[in-house]
């Protein structure tokens, strides 16, 4: 990647390989799985090992940095840039394709609970289905 690219998160040490695990997610807007950062990084000259990239990115989550996802019932962990919006994803069961979706269905949703009292913070929402490639016409 080219020097001064992106700006670097405060607080983390900069080192060749985190550049270029950074440079990876800031190439794409989709939610990618370690395997996948890892052949990407090996595309652009930069290969490394995949407990190197677990390190990293488990860094970067700590920091903030970036965002990991857990999907198809913590069978599989993604990872992507935090832009600090708010996401959910569907995911084809034949190829595990990940697919951003664009709105928040939970938006107005006010849940039903026995304790009155509870304070929503947040939610998890996945949709599963196969995607375009995968469907039998
Ligand atoms: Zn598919
Ligand atoms: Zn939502």
């Excluded at 080219?2 to 190439?27: H, M």
């Excluded at 677990?54 to 700590?62: A, G, T």
């Excluded at 979706?101 to 913070?121: A, H, Y």
């Amino acid at each position: 990647m080219k020097e001064g690219q992106n700006i670097w998160p405060a607080g983390i040490k900069r080192t060749r390989q985190r550049e270029s695990v950074l440079s990876v997610l800031e190439n794409t807007d989709k939610p990618l799985s370690a395997a996948d950062i890892c052949s990407r990084m090996e595309k652009s000259g930069d290969a490394a090992w995949m407990s190197t990239v677990y390190r990293i990115l488990e860094l970067f989550v700590k920091k903030d940095v970036v965002i990991k996802t857990n999907v198809m019932n913590h069978e599989m962990a993604v990872y992507e840039l935090n832009r600090f919006q708010h996401k959910h994803y569907a995911v084809c069961l034949n190829c595990r394709k990940i697919i951003a979706m664009d709105n928040c269905p939970m938006e107005r949703f006010i849940p039903k609970l026995e304790d009155e009292d509870f304070q929503v913070m947040g939610h998890n929402l996945e949709v599963l289905g196969l995607c375009s490639d995968c469907k039998t016409t």
